[in-house]
């Protein structure tokens, strides 16, 4: 099978489970849509034919959080501006993906990039702190103060306020 | 509806309304991988040739000082291409006193090294895949000369081709070399490796290796697994015969609960670890208090933790440690402290205080520096880390180098003026011989070998 065949068949696949994966980074569908297509380049343009679909998976899925966390913000306005500037298109008129789940996608819009990454690695993709660690190149300690920075911010925004908080703080994968 | 489960109704929510919307065409993705293939091809069809013609034509000599300043005049180019001639690589000036070996930068493609050790005239140097780019398989190098490095053997039938995965140490001992990271690896001479399992404990599921030292006879493995609180509970399995391994007593190990190891020097007769410890009791707790910890050890079983709690430590971690003339150096960060660039002096490894912080220089509270590596060059310390800053609409993680001269306090210093500096200073066939960047260094740069000048 030729890279492009390799190509077609895994964006068909695993394409819109990268797109939500995407989402979540972004919070915004064509922005992880440009995501996912930016970071299937960086991936075969390296590609080595005959390479498994998870292997592949894991390589997008890297190349999008490295993409997210160094060029996806030169793209963006700051997000300490953007919430001032683009609030009510961002939350006053969430995009079809968030119609009734603008508190969870407004919470994340106040994150920083690597707050929303520690988020979206940690409750989504369940990882643990050391691994999150190595995903982004920064120290465990940096790890846990984002973090906790994160779960600060989220914690008025979210449906019932501590209750809330006390679940994504105590919830989920006990490590 | 839990957060987790929250976060996963939108992600599929994402992939509902991209199905919908017939997804993306991969016409375009495809004219783009293309493009990036050609590119890569060309680039490296080019520098190969520019290589090879610099060597045959002008000498190793000439070859060695590539990196440091363009090509001559007379130096034959490559055939013309339709994208013009090949740009020559824009790098920065080597430290005084120090030069470029000229190795092929190829050789370590887009990793980075972490840890070096010279046994028998032999350099052996571990380090991370890149994140993205092209596989490294496994990330260990070895050399006889300072300019001639090639990669090690892996593990047979052990597939290294993840991105970003890490060696973060190599170890010599008695009993060969150990190389831990995403897993425990032994080789007797740096070039053919093997993956080592120890026992049923250390293979447990969850358990990740910290640390392996050596001291005397005696080799040991600091082990740990996460609980489903959240805690550490370490493990010590040493051998002192490179055969038959021992897990020793828990009381032991209970000096390092939850507790973090990043580093682990040796100077002779004594054994000095650097990490952090957490302070809380729960899983919340853990996730925010922390203080920065070191250990000392004698025999590598029986270990002392000889940092305090309080104003200094606590809100930090140790990251890197140096052995030198005054004693001890180590550097790390304040993630829940200043944010600042830290480091730690102590002129016994059992007495140590936070030196003077270099100001901050970012946007307020939303910036953070983070030190990741330190060496000692000559008398002076030079440490690398990163200086993240999210204000900054780009390049929010940018590399950042410090030094601290004798008597000084700790800077901050523009590595285009001081040139780069070795880092994992070692030792090949009696020349030393350093890396660039230091561990942690933000931004993809291709590892440069450094050596004394002539």
Redesign the interface.
Known sequence: MSWEDELDEFARVRGPALVGYGYLLTGELHAAQDLVQDAFVRTFARHRAGTDADRIEAYVRQAMLNIYRDDYRKRRTWFGVRPLVAERAAYGSPDVVAADRVDVHAALGRLSPRERACIVLRHYDDLTVPEIASRLAVSEGAVKRYLSDARMRLEPLLDDGADDVDVIMLKGTGR | M???A??????????D???R?D??A?A???G??RR??RV?TTAAAAGTLAVVALVSTLGVAAAQDWWERPAPADTPTPAPTEIGPTPVPEVEPVLAGWQDAGVDPDVFGDATVTSAVSVDGRAVVVGCAA????PVGFPAWVADDPTTWRRADPPPTIAF????E?LRDVVATPYGLFAHGFGLYHSADGEAWEQVSLDSTLAAP?T?VMAVFAVGDRVTVLGAR?????AVVPTLVSTTDGVTWTEASPDLAAVFDDA?VVDVVSTGDRLLAVG?RNLGT???ER??A?TASAWVSTDGLTWALVTPEGPGFDG??M?EVAVTAAGYAAI?????GS?LMTAWSSPDGTTWSQDAQPAAEGEGS?A?Q?T?AVTLVGEDLYATG?D?D??R??D??QGALWRKLPGGQWERVDVTETGVVPFLITEVDGTAVGFWPGA?W?ISTPVRVLVPAE
């Open positions: 839990t957060f987790d929250e976060l996963h109704d939108l992600a599929g929510r994402a992939v309304a991209h199905v919307s997804g993306f991969t375009a993705v495809k783009r991988v990036a293939r890569r994140a993205t780019g092209t081709d993840q991105l970003g890490c969850g990740f996460a609980t489903d609180e959240g973090s952090n729960t899983e919340a996730g925010t922390i930090c971690d990251g790390g960060s304040c993630p829940f944010m939303l953070s983070e990741t990163q993240y999210p204000s609409l780009e929010q993680s942690g933000p």
